[in-house]
């Protein structure tokens, strides 16, 4: 068994492998189809929130055949970070990035030679796919006498036109585990407007556009950049679509041969640009937001459709999450007026230490192993899917992998008596830190650590404390700062959140080391 931090897995696999006779050697070890949604809301299922306004019956369905979270986290309240987080199984702010996210033309952010979820599947004898947004760096060719990008080009305009669209990409989703790759380099507001397919473009970008930030509003547009003549924004949700499709068509015999495979299928929407296409607009009778949503519910059901059209169903372990919490960009305020929360009773949104920022949906269907129906208030957090499939497959990882990865398999398989998750590390946009810990979480900072008000230069004007302290089972809405009563858990936490940061993993095992040094309490940032 691997070393990871839930003991409760070897009673866990024991009870998968008597229920599965011979499923890690043989034929029946599962398919994984990880979906991946981009900044859909937690109140935006309709499972998840009875009230909402936006139908998703495809999703529904999904969770009334498995298990649906309700404790559920990204690590980070905005999408790089949480990818890297996804695929190593390892704290985003471990690496380089310390705050933000890449643009469409920054380098690779994951690390040469460390382990990814689908270079260990690959081992285990899957074949690994990716498919959609990858929006982890790629390693662009320069033209002759140009720069390279840097780091972070989101905002750099000089720089678009810099790369050689005709070379090979370097250091793209094929170096990193994924024997295909067919996608967008990043959200769909980012350049370079043109698909990928393994490590070229499929189309060279030749002209210069932009696209709507929301289809038939005013409002906005995309960055403007290398555009790939024909590429349209509101193609690219049922392209994704169609080639999840085709990709579960073809590898369907391989699979009932006895070689699974692993679809990690990260879909560009909602995010902007809100581009639902014409038989979706105004479906929803609420905002092209939620037409947006429904048509990512169609394309959800389209991949659920294929698995058991092939016959697949049955050994195809589904996972259904999104990268963090509903955008400001989707209207919130306009929503909520119309009676709908996309993010549920969770304060903030996408970008904020709060939980909106990262509480997310996460649904899992294996039908006869994973409990029908069933709804988990444990802790989990989509950092521990790596070692969730290692445990699945009763493998081993290496200690420099996956540092701060726990099982959650216990869960999965509906068993109450596993130990609660040790404590988990939240990350918002700005790069500030909080912890949760129990019921407790500490947030390092004095207002929101992203977009929603109080941000933080505002919380300290008004005289906020430093440090924000929820008890979240008896305040879940992160209203009541508890920092003034509880000093003992502030320093508890705080102490603890030091260890985790210093030790380059929160999991048993020898100490590992972080990319850059860890600034906590964002000193350098003033």
């Known amino acids: 068994m691997n070393r990871r931090c839930l003991p409760a897995c070897l009673f866990a696999l024991g009870v998968l492998l008597s229920v599965v006779s011979g499923a890690v ?36 369905r999904l969770a009334a055949a498995g298990l649906r979270f309700t404790d559920a986290h990204t690590t980070s309240s905005v999408c790089t970070p949480t990818r890297y987080s996804l695929l190593t199984g390892r704290y985003n702010w471990r690496s380089r990035l310390q705050q933000g996210v890449l643009g469409g033309l920054s380098p690779a952010l994951i690390e040469p030679g460390r382990l990814t979820v689908a ?28 720069p390279a990008p840097e780091q972070n080009d989101i905002e750099k305009s000089n720089q678009v036109w810099s790369v050689d669209f005709s070379k090979l990409i370097a250091r793209g989703p094929n170096s990193f585990g994924f024997e295909y790759y067919f996608g967008i380099s990043a959200s769909l507001d980012m350049v370079p407007y043109t698909f990928i397919e393994n490590d070229r473009v499929a189309v060279l970008p ?28 509101g193609e690219v949700l049922p392209t994704l679509a169609r080639r999840a499709v085709e990709y579960v068509a073809r590898q369907a015999a391989p699979a009932r041969a006895g070689q699974p495979f692993f679809l990690y299928l990260a879909l560009a929407s909602p995010h902007t640009p809100i581009a639902p296409t014409a038989p979706w607009r105004g479906k929803s009778g609420l905002s092209p937001y939620a037409d947006f949503v429904m048509e990512t519910d169609d394309a ?18 589904v996972f259904f ?9 989707a209207n919130i305020v306009e929503l909520q007026a119309a009676g709908h929360q996309p ?52 493998a081993t990882l290496p200690e420099n992998a996956a540092e701060d990865s726990c099982s959650f398999l216990p869960s999965l398989l509906g068993q109450t008596n596993a130990p609660p998750r040790p404590a988990l590390v939240h990350h918002s946009i700005n790069g500030r830190f909080a912890i949760r810990d ?28 430093p440090v924000q302290l929820y008890n979240l089972t008896g305040d879940p809405a992160e209203t009541n700062n508890l920092q003034a009563r509880h000093p003992e858990v502030v320093g508890r936490l705080t102490r603890l959140l030091e260890e985790l940061a210093a030790r380059g993993r929160s999991t048993p095992g020898r100490p590992q080391t972080n990319a850059v040094p860890i600034d906590l309490w964002k000193k350098k940032a003033g």
């Open 206 to 233: 030749s002209i210069d556009r932009s696209f709507p930030m929301t289809e038939g509003r005013s409002g906005g547009q995309t960055r403007r950049g290398p555009a790939a003549a024909g590429f349209e924004a």
């Open 343 to 394: 993010n549920g009773p969770w304060r903030g949104h996408k970008a904020d230490i709060w939980e909106g920022g990262h509480r997310v949906p996460l649904i899992a269907r294996w039908p006869g192993r994973v409990p029908e129906g069933a709804v988990c208030d444990r802790l989990v957090s989509l950092v521990d899917v790596m070692a969730t499939c290692a445990d699945l497959l009763g």
């Open 300 to 317: 959800v059901g389209l991949v659920l459709e294929a698995l058991a059209r092939q016959g697949l169903e049955t050994n195809t372990f």
């Open 25 to 60: 050697a043989g034929p029946l070890r599962p398919n994984i189809v990880l979906i991946l949604c981009d900044d859909l809301g937690y109140g935006d299922v309709k499972c998840n929130n009875p009230r909402g306004r936006i139908a998703t019956p495809h999703i529904d």
């Open 321 to 329: 999450t999104s990268d963090n919490g509903c955008s400001p960009a």
């Open 119 to 146: 270079a260990f599947l690959r081992q285990q004898g899957y074949h690994t796919a990716a498919l959609g947004k990858w929006h982890l760096g790629m390693d662009w060719a320069p033209r002759a006498g140009k």
């Open 438 to 465: 129990g019921p407790w979480k500490l947030a390092l900072c004095p207002g929101s650590g992203g977009w929603s008000a109080p941000r933080d230069p505002a919380a300290l004007k008004r005289g906020l404390p």
